[in-house]
Structures are given as C-alpha cells and as structure tokens.
Nanobody, 124 residues
Framework: VQLQASGGGLVQAGASLRLSCAAS????????VGWFRQAPGKEREFVAA????????GYLDSVKGRFTISRDNAKNTVYLQMNSLKPEDTAVYYC??????????????????WGRGTQVTVSS
C-alpha cells in the first residue's frame, strides 16, 4: 500500500495550493480518506475527510470555507484544495486511508494507512 502526497510548497498568505494524494495497492473506493497536518512542536491534527463516495465530508473548524477535500476514485486520488492560506496553516500535510464503518473518520486511530507527507509553508 502506498499513499503519495504531493503539491506542497512555499506560498504567501492568501494564496492557494492543491494537494494531491495518489493511492496504490489498496481498494481505494472502499476507503474513506483524510488529510491531517502537523506543525512544528505540535501534535498532528485532523484537517478534512471524505467518505468512500466523496459525498460526505468533514472539516476542522478553522479550515471550513477555505479548504475543500475531493476524490477521484477512477484515478485513486484524493485532493485538498486550500484557498486563502494563512501562516497558521504551515505544517506537514499527510493523507490517510481508512477501512472502517465510519463514514467520515475524524480521528487518527480510525486510519489504517498513511502517506509520507508534504510540506506546506505559508509566509506572512
């Protein structure tokens, strides 16, 4: 199983980025997917998640209205569109896949597989 996140970078506040996470070696359409992030000196936190179909989603309160999670099951890929980025969004972003009965998993321990992360840095 491999989850390969990409799309991170260094941007100024107010800019946009789109993260992608390509999955292989698993039944992607059978898994809920999520994005988490970890800032320096902080614990990893939930950012967004989507159900197996992508119809249901969940977000961290501080990113609601700015971030959008989506998935393309035909391409085994999940995306995180991030708009109006703020310096506090700076973190390593991780994608993850969950095989569970929970439609939109919000907790780390709900997830079975993790990608290696991509760095997002937002300058003020």
């Amino acid at each position: 199983v491999q989850l390969q996140a990409s799309g991170g970078g260094l941007v100024q506040a107010g800019a946009s980025l789109r993260l992608s996470c390509a999955a292989s070696g698993l039944s992607f359409s059978s898994a809920a997917v999520g994005w988490f992030r970890q800032a320096p000196g902080k614990e990893r936190e939930f950012v967004a998640a989507a159900s197996r179909s992508g119809e249901n989603t969940g977000y961290l309160d501080s990113v609601k209205g700015r971030f959008t999670i989506s998935r393309d099951n035909a391409k085994n890929t999940v995306y995180l569109q991030m708009n109006s980025l703020k310096p506090e969004d700076t973190a390593v972003y991780y994608c993850a896949a969950a095989f569970s009965n929970i439609g939109v998993p919000l907790r780390e321990y709900d997830y079975n597989f993790w990608g290696r992360g991509t760095q997002v840095t937002v300058s003020s």
